[in-house]
Nanobody, 123 residues
Framework: VQLQASGGGLVQAGGSLRLSCAASGSRFSRYGMGWFRQSPGKEREFVAAISGRVFATYLADSVKGRFTISRDNAKNTVHLQMNSLKPEDTAVYYC?????????????????WGQGTLVTVSS
């Protein structure tokens, strides 16, 4: 399995970005997908997750009301729409895939990871 994250960049505070994660392989609908982020000197932090078939979503409190996670099982992709961005959202964003099809916040339950895409929010 390979995950390719894209869509990061530099944006001013209050702006928006849409991250995408494309997954290789088949049976994408069986897998739970998540977005995490990591800033220098900090641990990887949960952002959002979505389950495989029923599309149940789970968001970190810090991004509720601003970020939305979605997926397109026909295209093997998952998206993270980020609105009202803040400087504290600056991080490398990683997508992860978990084999049990669930949505959750523990990075230990994700078996595959993409390479990350950098999001920088200027004040």
């Amino acid at each position: 399995v390979q995950l390719q994250a894209s869509g990061g960049g530099l944006v001013q505070a209050g702006g928006s970005l849409r991250l995408s994660c494309a997954a290789s392989g088949s049976r994408f609908s069986r897998y739970g997908m998540g977005w995490f982020r990591q800033s220098p000197g900090k641990e990887r932090e949960f952002v959002a997750a979505i389950s495989g078939r029923v599309f149940a979503t789970y968001l970190a409190d810090s991004v509720k009301g601003r970020f939305t996670i979605s997926r397109d099982n026909a295209k093997n992709t998952v998206h993270l729409q980020m609105n009202s961005l803040k400087p504290e959202d600056t991080a490398v964003y990683y997508c992860g895939q978990r084999n049990d099809g669930l949505a959750g916040e523990s990075p230990d339950l994700y078996q595959y990871w993409g390479q990350g895409t950098l999001v920088t929010v200027s004040s």
